[in-house]
């Protein structure tokens, strides 16, 4: 049977103003991920890592999440451009300018944001003066879903950690979550540098003084992933919601 004649062209042509249905490409030219990792394309390690802090932070996804990138480098950024992740939004902060002023000049989307900030870091940025705990939530980086650091407690020593967790905690929501990796190893007493001829490198703790660190920070840890081959040690922690009682 024949169809009935379709409506004209000029009835059916759809404008469609949706950020999310538009292609976008970026390929920011940094790679700041270990050459293990690096053997893949930054959007498969990038999508697989987004998966894995997802489904352990019990997440349906990213789709109305609003995550803060911590020591954030370009593959995050690079994996929700370029794979179109649905995400409310995605700020990332890092102490190195150079990449944070490619993302901004970029990616135009108002879901992201990306802030430099001259943070101490005896590997990355040591000659940066002590900053407040506070410089982040003042900036107002807060009320997100998360924040999550791959790749960055592994190359903060014990005091530059403390600080890191301290300064991420009222950036988080009340019930929102911190996700991030590090070296740990139970022989170690406390901290060590695993590779003392390169500061920062491989900064490694006991998991238990980790522990206590973050629970002195407020953070609540509930669960701690092995390493895979992606990634470090993963922890869960979260900031869970003051009771009156
Ligand atoms: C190994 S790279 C990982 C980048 C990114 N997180 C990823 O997994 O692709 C570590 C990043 O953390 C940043 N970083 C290190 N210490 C930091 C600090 N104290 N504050 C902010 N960013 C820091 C570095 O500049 C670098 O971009």
């Not at 590779?195 to 491989?202: A, I």
Request: hydrophobic share 35%; net charge negative; with cysteine.
């Amino acid at each position: 049977m024949r169809q009935k004649d379709n409506a004209p062209y000029s009835t059916l042509l759809r404008a469609e103003s949706d950020e999310t249905s538009s292609f976008s490409y970026i390929e920011p030219p940094f790679n700041f991920n270990h050459s293990d990792v690096a053997v893949y394309p930054a959007e498969v390690s990038g999508y697989f890592l987004l998966k894995s802090l997802s489904r352990r932070l019990r997440w349906d996804g990213l789709t109305g999440k609003r995550l803060l990138d911590f020591g954030c480098g370009v593959r995050f950024a690079r994996t929700i451009v370029n794979l179109g992740l649905d995400i409310e939004t995605y700020s990332g902060i890092d102490t190195n300018p150079e990449p944070i002023e490619w993302l901004r000049g970029n990616i135009k989307s108002p879901r992201f944001r990306f802030d430099h900030f001259d943070i101490p870091n005896a590997m990355y940025n040591p000659h940066a003066r002590s900053v407040d705990a506070g410089i982040l939530a003042d900036a107002g980086f807060v009320g997100n879903d998360a924040a999550c650091m791959f790749s960055v407690i592994t190359h903060n020593n014990p005091n530059e950690a403390k600080k890191t967790f301290d300064m991420l905690y009222p950036c988080v929501m009340n019930g929102g979550a911190m996700y991030f990796t590090a070296f740990v190893d139970e022989s170690v007493s406390d901290y060590i540098e695993r590779d003392p001829t390169f500061k920062g490198h491989m900064c490694t703790y006991n998991p238990g003084f980790l522990l206590k660190m973050l629970s002195e920070s407020g953070w609540r840890v509930s669960d701690i992933y092995p390493p895979s081959e992606l990634a470090m040690t993963a922890f869960v922690c979260w900031k869970d919601v003051e009771s009156d009682v």
